[in-house]
């Protein structure tokens, strides 16, 4: 009875009248639910293959005989299409979301709607981006064939550069428009060239080594090895010479005191003294001073007296300073200059 229900309701069909028939007979033998089904079924007009948007001919299906249901012409859906298995596509547009778990990929964008987005989380294989402009190895190696800018912080463990020399290019790239013939002026050598710079507390600059090789500390400079200059420049500061006076009391007849706070200098003995007295923070109990005279000594031989750490009492106004005396003996009827160096 049940097949003859089903033959009765499919017989409006032409050319899928004995491809359904057979389609059914297998149904039911399969036990399906195709025999409580077959009562619904609206037996009237048949679809037309008239290939219209909104009707889609029977005639593009086809049934093979591994069971695959094929289509052979376009089939537009207007709404969703639930897929809750696998499905195979050879080619594949999307026009505007693809969204796959939590990876959303909109138009040129890339998103995760979780925390973390992972690229190769398997930790095999390389990453090649941009036709080999940044390669990510499995290792852990990144080769960047290009320029590198970071507007942050570079913290890393060791540098080392290409065949050990690590280089640093203190020129900007605008200083390759200069000419070779000519001479860049002041403001271009300001623009073209910088520095290299080393940051202490507060960010203030302790060290720094310019385009032209020049080096500056604000601290000091220890080497365990050799040091070899084509010239060695003391820096100097004023000095303020003291000219011995009634302050001094009886020991005013014979020495002068100066006042500084460089590490070399040029000094004088006043005509009539006997010594000079400089007072200088430089001073250490690991002083060496070395004296050279300036003018003529009349055979006078000139030496440290002595060398002296002194306390500090706080007191701006007191010569409280570390000192060294530098004398002659016998006093002359004009006064001595001589250069004065205190090396550590």
Known sequence: ELEELIIKNIANYDSGVDQGKSMAIDSIS???????????????TPPTTSGTNDQLPISNFQNNEGGQLTLTDDLVLASNLIIQGKATI?????????????????????????????????????IDLLAGVMIIE???????????????KII?????????????????????????????????????????????????????????????????LTASGNATFAKVNIATASAETIIAGSNFGEMAADFAKIR????????????????????????????????????DTENKVLFVKEKVIVPSSGQPDQLDSNYFAVAIKGALTKEIKFNWWIIN
């Open 138 to 152: 499995d290792n852990g190696s990144v080769a960047i064939n290009g320029n590198l800018t970071v507007n942050g």
């Open 90 to 126: 050879e080619e594949a547009f999307v026009n505007k979301h693809l969204l796959v778990g939590n990876i959303a990929i909109t138009e040129n964008t890339i998103s995760t709607l979780a925390d973390t987005l992972y690229i190769q989380p398997s930790g095999t294989g390389k």
């Open 260 to 295: 500084t706070n460089a590490t070399a200098g040029e000094g004088i003995i006043p005509a009539g003294k006997t010594e000079v007295i400089i007072y200088t923070e430089k001073l250490t109990q690991g002083s060496l001073v070395y004296i050279t005279p300036a003018s």
């Open 156 to 220: 890393a463990q060791e540098y080392q550069g290409e065949g050990g020399n690590f280089a640093v290019n203190l020129a900007s790239p605008t200083s390759a428009a200069t000419s070779e013939e000519s001479e860049p002026t002041s403001e271009e050598s300001a623009s073209t060239f910088g520095k290299m710079m080393i940051k202490g507390f507060d960010g203030k600059t302790v060290a720094s080594i310019d385009a032209t090789g020049s080096a500056r500390f604000t601290g000091d």
């Open 30 to 44: 399969t036990g399906s639910s195709l025999a409580g089904q077959a009562e619904n079924w609206d037996t009237g």
